[in-house]
């Protein structure tokens, strides 16, 4: 069975992409365009990893990212934040609510996509750059 991506993102050409690259992947791929979809989609989709932008309406990435890992059914989900917020200081707040990696745009969507088969143990790759 394919590993499931919940992509959160509300830019649709980067939705678009992630989409298309993940699915070429081998990845089966969900999409929220707002926090609050999100939080709702996690139960019934469970997905292995969140792609969590921080700027998305209703809460931002932070809340979602805070509230996933309060959830014990949810503290095997890896999340990578991918955020245009590249000051250290988010970074720090990502790392302490427990993010697996944060990637600030702009970015590859094809570093993201190796970065993601890394997160879930599909390569023997070494993350790229960029996350923690």
Do not use: W
Not at 16 to 25: D, K, N, R, V
Not at 34 to 42: S, V
Not at 67 to 80: E, G, S, T, Y
Not at 84 to 96: F, M, P, T
């Amino acid at each position: 069975m394919a590993h499931c991506v919940l992509v959160v993102e509300d830019e649709e050409p980067i939705v678009e992409s992630l989409c298309f690259l993940m699915g070429q992947a081998g990845l089966a791929v969900k999409v929220a365009r707002d926090g609050p979809t999100a939080l709702e989609m996690i139960d019934s989709v469970s997905p292995d990893l969140m792609l969590l932008d921080v700027m998305i309406p209703g809460c931002d990435g932070f809340e979602v990212a805070r509230a996933v890992r309060d959830n014990p059914r949810c503290r095997h989900m890896r999340i990578l934040m991918l955020t245009a917020r590249g000051r250290e200081i988010d970074r720090r707040k990502g790392l302490e609510l427990g993010i697996d990696g944060y990637m600030t745009k702009p970015f590859s969507t094809r570093d993201v996509v190796r970065r993601a088969r890394a997160l879930l143990g599909l390569d023997g790759d070494a993350p790229p750059e960029g996350g923690p």
